[in-house]
């Protein structure tokens, strides 16, 4: 068994009060703090995010996940008045591809979580209004997975597709520690203002912090910016329960790989990639795995596995370019504009970051995955940087301050 799955999540805890959560964004998005960690000299600047720019030099690249959160939280009532809430997750027939899933018309299933599920035994009717007409949709509760459920969403009408009356209907589902009801203004606060290509179930939060000033501000100051999307899935909140990190199940994800993108960074070799958040970090490591995986003709190139990077000495000693190559070959080979890969990658302490120089990101939740990730790049050091933030009133997870963690 390889060393990395014998990590203690324990050694991955640190207090945070109920005071330091943040439960409702700042008023205006570039006004959160930021606490700025050089990496070269382990030292901390406490700043404001709209004071990004100064930190920012025209040698870099920022990388955004341009994913949009879909309403993916449903509430329904059951023929005798039982409140039944059902969480849509990932797609199961007639595709698992997000994209093809969100335009299908008349019925799809997905695996869902279900709150009151003892009390829903058969069919639930509910109606859609949109705008326009209304529409009945029958929702149908399917075998057990894991935790959640097969739900089978049923509708007469064929110019409707599931996105538009999910849209319609659904709420926004906000993370389940912000233990409040979404309101309206979460509409717009809960999504990046560059949001894209729907798919999320979560939002990509450390975009949540650029307006769409700040990113022309960045773009004047000639530093060049890039676009990804993956489909941020509810288990980027799974707490780990294990008391190794290896007894552990990562998530899978769905990551969109575009041919422009992989040129702009061929082409662009000496640029520093700045990952904004966590899933953008997951993607260009992911994709640099696909790539390895290209190169070296491995079985299923396309799907990154929980610790592929870490049994393979192979991948590991393919080089950035060897990779980005192999994936743009593959493009061409195909015909191809994009390609849609998984990633169940897990990046914890000892892991080599291939793509990216730098990161921003939030605070996040003690013993979590995404915490993992920030000590496999910032060392322990992220004992002294959180600490910093619980001295120094910074607010945390997804609606919180933000960090930016540089060399």
């Not at 080599?352 to 013993?367: D, G, L, V, Y």
Request: proline letters at 4%; one cysteine or more; a negative charge.
């Amino acid at each position: 068994m390889i060393e990395q799955k014998n990590i203690r999540i324990d050694d991955f805890d640190y207090e945070l009060p109920n005071e330091r959560i943040a439960y409702y964004p700042k008023e205006a998005r570039a006004t959160s703090k930021l606490l700025v960690y050089h990496r070269d000299t382990q030292s901390i600047t406490d700043s404001e995010f709209q004071n990004l720019p100064q930190f920012l030099t025209p040698d870099m690249m920022l990388v955004f996940n341009d994913s949009k959160v879909i309403h993916a939280r449903l509430l329904v009532q059951n023929a005798t008045g039982a409140s039944i809430e059902i969480f849509c997750l990932e797609p199961l027939t007639p595709t698992t591809e997000l994209t093809q899933a969100l335009a299908q018309s008349g019925t799809v299933t997905w695996k869902c979580f279900v709150g009151n599920a003892k009390r829903w035994k058969h069919p639930i009717d509910f109606q859609v209004d949109m705008g326009k007409k209304t529409m009945v949709v029958t929702a149908v509760k399917g075998e057990q997975i894991e935790n959640a459920f097969e739900v089978t969403f049923r509708w007469n009408d064929a110019d409707v597709t599931f996105a538009e009356w999910v849209e319609a209907y659904g709420k926004m589902p906000l993370p389940p520690y912000i233990k409040r009801t979404a309101e309206k203004a979460d509409e717009n606060r809960y999504q990046t203002v560059y949001a894209h290509y729907d798919g999320s179930v979560a939002a990509p939060t450390a975009g949540l912090h650029f307006s769409k000033e700040l990113i022309q501000q960045i773009s004047e100051q000639q530093v060049d910016t890039e676009y990804v999307t993956l489909h941020v899935g509810a288990g980027t909140f799974k707490p780990v329960t294990a008391d190794q990190i290896g007894d552990h199940f990562m998530h899978d994800e769905q990551i969109v790989i575009r041919r422009e993108f992989v040129e702009h960074l061929l082409q662009n070799p000496d640029k520093k990639i700045v990952a904004v958040g966590t899933t953008v970090t997951r993607s260009l490591e992911s994709i640099f795995i696909i790539g390895a995986k290209l190169k070296l003709e491995l079985p299923s190139p396309l799907h990154v596995g929980q610790w592929e990077y870490y049994e393979n000495a192979d991948i590991r000693a393919t080089s950035r370019e060897e990779a980005l190559t192999a994936i743009l070959n593959y493009l061409k080979e195909n015909d191809l504009e994009y390609i849609t890969a998984s990633t169940q990658l897990m990046i914890v302490p000892s892991y080599q970051f291939k793509m990216m120089r730098a990161i921003i990101t939030n605070f996040h939740q003690p013993k979590s995955t995404l915490l993992l990730l920030i000590s496999a790049y910032l060392g322990d050091e992220w004992r002294k940087i959180y600490a910093h933030a619980l001295t120094h009133e910074y607010r945390f997870l997804s609606y919180g301050d933000a960090n930016f963690y540089t060399w």
